[in-house]
């Protein structure tokens, strides 16, 4: 990747188990931001995700590609017009541009997600920033996505 000369090249570093910035989805899920994409000069963002039974995204659509490692439970993806089952161990693709959403199964779930490039994972800083101190309204919540380039397109398939 080429290095842009407005940002500081990036440095070796380890995130430690425990260790993150709070985050939380519109939906529930509740989120640690691994690696900010300022620590990666932009290349990437990564989160991990612990979902309740259920949990479900709305359908959604963004240009940004996203990437998830499932290491707990079951998942179920809608990516364009297909249905992907995703158990523990399997990793799940989408390109930027391509409408989709996700449900975890009936145990829920934990789950990593890469942003690439980084960048939309401060979306889910500012939910929960807006959320812990009472202003995560509807209005509030499409104002973020608009700004971070999310397109909320409505409910999951069912």
Request: charged share 25%; hydrophobic share 35%.
């Amino acid at each position: 990747m080429a290095h842009h000369a407005d940002r500081p090249a990036p440095e070796p570093f380890v995130v430690h188990a425990g260790d993150g910035l709070a985050a939380a989805s519109p939906e529930g899920s509740h989120i640690t931001i691994k690696v900010p994409a300022e620590s990666t000069a932009g290349g990437i963002g990564l989160m991990e995700g612990v979902d309740p039974p259920g949990f479900a995204t709305v359908l959604h659509r963004h240009q940004v590609a996203e990437l998830w490692y499932i290491i707990e439970g079951h998942y179920t993806y809608y990516a364009g017009d297909r249905r992907l089952e995703a158990g523990a161990g399997a990793v799940v693709y989408v390109p930027g541009g391509v409408p989709h959403g996700l449900r975890a199964g009936t145990e829920g779930g934990r789950k990593l997600t890469i942003f690439v490039p980084g960048g939309t994972e401060k979306f889910f800083r500012d939910v929960h920033d807006a959320r812990e101190v009472g202003e995560l309204t509807a209005e509030r919540a499409r104002e973020l996505s608009e700004r971070y380039g999310l397109e909320r397109l409505g409910p999951l398939p069912e």
